[in-house]
């Protein structure tokens, strides 16, 4: 019985709408940069890179989240990972111990270098 069914099928991905909830919401909770950056690279993987799928929404969309810190570096960054960096990457984060005063510290593999994780 979910409260919500919102289907559209003009829109370009699941992001584009989860985007259009957020900025309508009349309370307006920030939104953190990571997840900005988040639903730009679902919206820009799910589009081809806004070649398809796309209307003038899905650039509403996209405009709401850069004016909200997403970062297109991090989203070409994420997108140019290959899988097996993805999986070393998840798994160093799944290692996280939360320290005091919001300190993170993530143990990998005593011979294996990692570069920044995120």
Same mark, same amino acid.
């Given at each position: 019985?979910p409260l919500?069914?919102?289907? =559209?099928?003009?829109?370009?991905?699941t992001?584009e709408?989860?985007t =259009?909830?957020?900025?309508?919401?009349?309370?307006?909770?920030?939104?953190?940069?990571i =997840?900005?950056?988040?639903?730009?690279? +679902?919206?820009?993987?799910d589009?081809?890179s806004?070649?398809?799928?796309?209307g003038? @929404?899905t650039?509403?969309?996209?405009s709401?989240?850069r004016?909200? +810190?997403a970062d297109t570096i991090?989203?070409?960054?994420?997108?140019?990972?290959?899988i097996?960096t993805?999986?070393? @990457?998840?798994?160093?984060?799944?290692?996280v111990?939360?320290?005091?005063?919001g300190?993170?510290?993530?143990k +990998?593999?005593?011979? =294996?270098v990692?570069?920044?994780?995120?």
């Amino acid at each position: 019985n979910p409260l919500l069914v919102y289907m =559209e099928p003009y829109a370009s991905s699941t992001r584009e709408l989860v985007t =259009e909830f957020l900025e309508y919401q009349p309370k307006r909770a920030k939104i953190e940069v990571i =997840e900005a950056t988040a639903l730009l690279a +679902g919206i820009i993987v799910d589009t081809k890179s806004f070649s398809l799928r796309t209307g003038s @929404r899905t650039f509403d969309a996209a405009s709401y989240l850069r004016a909200h +810190g997403a970062d297109t570096i991090l989203v070409q960054k994420f997108l140019k990972e290959s899988i097996d960096t993805y999986k070393k @990457r998840s798994k160093l984060i799944e290692s996280v111990v939360f320290y005091r005063d919001g300190i993170a510290i993530a143990k +990998g593999s005593e011979l =294996e270098v990692n570069d920044q994780v995120i």
